[in-house]
């Protein structure tokens, strides 16, 4: 089992992102459990994506509507720090937290604590935010 993080990639290597949402079909998510260990992947891996680390689920996963999103998903979805680094988010992938929630989309939420990250990650997140300063 994988998940691929995309843009958000740098604030879960940052260690700052704890939840993500995923618009999966139910069988999918039945698939996922707590406890359970996951490869996480920068990108998917049919587009060259890397490994970058591991997590374990917290919980099984739920679904919940965006307007039902807690303040605190903010924080743990990334977005604050991806806020703090507005040259890591590339053009057109910002998220508005305010809109997200009035979107009021049905959507599965994975909790998540950070296993491993793997070194290249870190390596890859130094030389972007280098590249940017």
Request: with cysteine; proline share 7%.
């Amino acid at each position: 089992m994988i998940i691929v993080f995309g843009w958000t990639w740098p604030a879960l290597v940052a260690g700052h992102k704890t939840v993500t949402r995923r618009g999966w079909k139910p069988e999918h998510a039945a698939k996922f459990q707590s406890g359970q260990v996951i490869d996480v992947y920068d990108r998917s891996p049919r587009a060259k994506g890397e490994k970058i680390g591991e997590i374990a689920l917290t919980e099984k996963p739920y679904l919940e509507n965006t307007g039902s999103m807690p303040d605190s998903d903010y924080q743990q979805e990334g977005l604050e720090w991806l806020d703090r680094h507005p040259d890591l988010i590339p053009p057109g992938c910002r998220i508005d937290f305010k809109r997200w929630r009035e979107a009021k989309e049905d959507l599965y939420v994975v909790r998540f604590a950070l296993k491993e990250v793997y070194p290249h990650a870190l390596q890859k997140l130094q030389d972007k935010m280098k590249r940017n300063i």
